[in-house]
């Protein structure tokens, strides 16, 4: 199985900041990435797809990269709303995987 | 629109089987994988399976390998998850979603399911 190594496992930042949260693959899973957001009580939402393409709606806020086997979700100019849990899941290879989570917490 | 609606809460005792369903509308059924995750309290998601409504062809995680059996009926537009010999680390929330590209942009409620005695 691949394994996701997800960092931080939490943050606290301030609304306008700049927040960055890194997924490492344990091998090559080349663009096969997606970041999800996860408020309680609800369904996860995707974000990103393919490490960059962000999905229908979702602000432009936030941006998805790679470089080797790391990834990262950038969200610039934090909002209150983005209190959340993020995670990555790669689907290069079954099983699907998942980063540990990340918990963002507004100041 | 698209959406997931998935059957309600269950409570079940160690050994018994639990069936979840997911009501698919908004879209083809049969054009789109669907997915099957679960969440147990204090753990990251966990894949489980997924389906191809077309064929029935089905794909499963070695973890659940011989305790799960995805199903479809296309003319309900419904896919359903069967877990067997529960247990109580089988506690947990489990949600189906539709595969495809972009995967897993579409997702149900969740489903409680409580292994108790």
């Known amino acids: 199985d691949v394994q996701m190594t997800q960092s931080p496992s939490s943050l606290s930042a301030s609304v306008g900041d700049r927040v960055t949260f890194k997924c490492q693959a344990g091998q090559d899973i080349k663009n096969n990435l997606n970041w999800y957001q996860r408020k309680p009580g609800k369904a996860p939402k995707l974000l990103v797809y393919?490490?960059?393409n962000l999905d229908t709606g979702v602000p432009t806020r936030f941006n998805g990269g790679r470089s080797g086997t790391d990834f990262t979700l950038t969200i610039t100019s934090l909002q209150s709303e983005d209190t959340a849990v993020y995670f990555c899941v790669q689907y290069n290879s079954l099983p699907y995987t998942f980063g540990q989570g990340t918990r963002l917490e507004i100041k | 629109q698209v959406q997931l609606v998935q059957s309600g809460a269950e409570v079940k005792k160690p050994g018994a089987s639990v069936n979840v369903s997911c009501k698919a509308s908004?879209?083809?059924?049969?054009?789109?994988?669907v997915h099957w995750l679960r969440q147990a309290p204090g753990q990251s998601l966990e894949w489980m399976g997924w389906i191809n409504p077309a064929t029935g062809n089905t794909k499963y995680s070695q973890t659940f390998q011989g305790r799960i059996t995805i199903s479809r009926d296309t003319s309900a537009t419904t896919a359903s998850m069967e877990l067997t010999g529960l247990r109580s680390d089988d506690t947990a929330l489990y949600f189906c979603a539709r595969g495809g590209i972009p995967l897993w942009a579409y997702w149900g409620q969740g489903t409680l399911v409580t292994v108790s005695s």
């Open positions: 393919g490490v960059s």
């Open positions: 908004g879209y083809t059924f049969t054009k789109y994988p």
